[in-house]
């Protein structure tokens, strides 16, 4: 109900400010979320933005691993994720000790790990990567052998890119992006055939083959402002379409083939985030060496960048 939404908003603000509280939103969060947010990015943004914020409490509207990103960055902060069960599935493809195996089994490869991954994943990588910049993590890696985890799609990807270093890639995938299909491009070259397809990384790789970008949400935002294209298709998931829109009112986007939701992104409604700055909590706590070790790999992305 619209009233009961401006109230929503209105005491969400009000808390903020009395808090001392950040919002930070991935650009799937529902458009609700999306508007009243402090800073909206895709996860290398939000990561990059959780680090010195002058505040005492993170609100993350986002999945856990991304929650989590934040309290490895900035520890000494409350960082609040209103819905404890929003996870992302790619991220629990793989566990701690199936990747306790693979380095066993290639003790000379370095461990590159997604940011979609768990904490303790993180801490056991030599560096993260995420889909804006997995590529350049790769090449500026000073051993031949990789080690490359969760994100199939994305391994393939970044090795297609790398060609002079050898990706021992996990088979973990996303199944939002796994949905959009060869079919459905093709059908949209043919029914728009005047419109450029942008495509994420963890898209299937006949897909990404036969899109015009292969884009993190933040390339496709920059892609979409300065094309010259009137029509723009993009694969990934929906909520971005909703900031494409917003951001581009002259231009039109539709979505490669049907809409495609993440479930867990879309747990966050405004009633979830007004609970958790009034309870502060359910609170992201994690282990202090985990953090350490973490933050290590997650430092060393940043060089990259
Ligand atoms: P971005 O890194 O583009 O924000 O994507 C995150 C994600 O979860 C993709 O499914
Ligand atoms: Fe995870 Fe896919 Fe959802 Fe991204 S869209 S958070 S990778 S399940």
């Given at each position: 109900m619209v009233f009961q939404d401006e109230s929503f908003v209105e005491r969400i603000i009000k808390l903020k400010t009395q808090k001392q509280a950040v919002m930070l939103a991935h650009n799937y969060q529902l458009g609700q979320i999306q508007d009243v947010a402090d800073f909206l990015g895709d996860s290398l943004e939000l990561a990059k933005r959780s680090?010195?914020?002058?505040?005492?409490?993170i609100i993350f509207c986002g999945v856990r691993f991304m929650a989590e990103t934040a309290k490895i960055l900035s520890p000494e902060k409350k960082v609040v994720?209103?819905?404890?069960?929003?996870?992302?599935p790619l991220a629990d493809t793989i566990t701690v000790e199936d990747l306790q195996r693979l380095k066993a089994t290639y003790p000379d490869a370095k461990v590159v790990s997604y940011v979609n991954s768990s904490a303790e994943i993180k801490a056991e990588s030599d560096v993260c990567c995420t889909s804006a910049n997995a590529s350049t993590v790769v090449e500026n890696?000073?051993?031949?052998q990789i080690i490359f985890v969760p994100d199939a799609n994305l391994g393939r990807w970044v090795q297609k890119n790398n060609p002079s270093k050898k990706l021992i890639i996990w088979p973990g995938s996303c199944y939002v992006h796994q949905q959009f299909t060869l079919e459905d491009l093709q059908n949209a070259r043919k029914s728009f055939p005047e419109a450029e397809i942008l495509v994420h990384p963890e898209c299937r790789p006949e897909v990404q083959d036969n899109a015009d970008f292969v884009v993190s949400t933040s390339g496709m935002l920059k892609r979409a402002k300065s094309s010259q294209v009137k029509t723009l298709i993009i694969a990934t998931e929906e909520g971005l379409i909703y900031r494409l829109k917003k951001e581009n009112p002259k231009k039109e986007f539709y979505s490669l083939g049907n809409s495609r939701i993440c479930l867990n992104m879309k747990k966050t409604t405004l009633a979830e985030v007004l609970a958790a700055l009034e309870d502060e909590k359910p609170e992201v706590s994690l282990k202090d060496d985990v953090i350490k070790k973490a933050r290590k790999a997650l430092e060393e992305m940043v060089k990259f960048i």
């Open positions: 680090k010195g914020l002058g505040c005492k409490m994720l209103p819905v404890e069960d929003a996870g992302c890696i000073d051993v031949p």
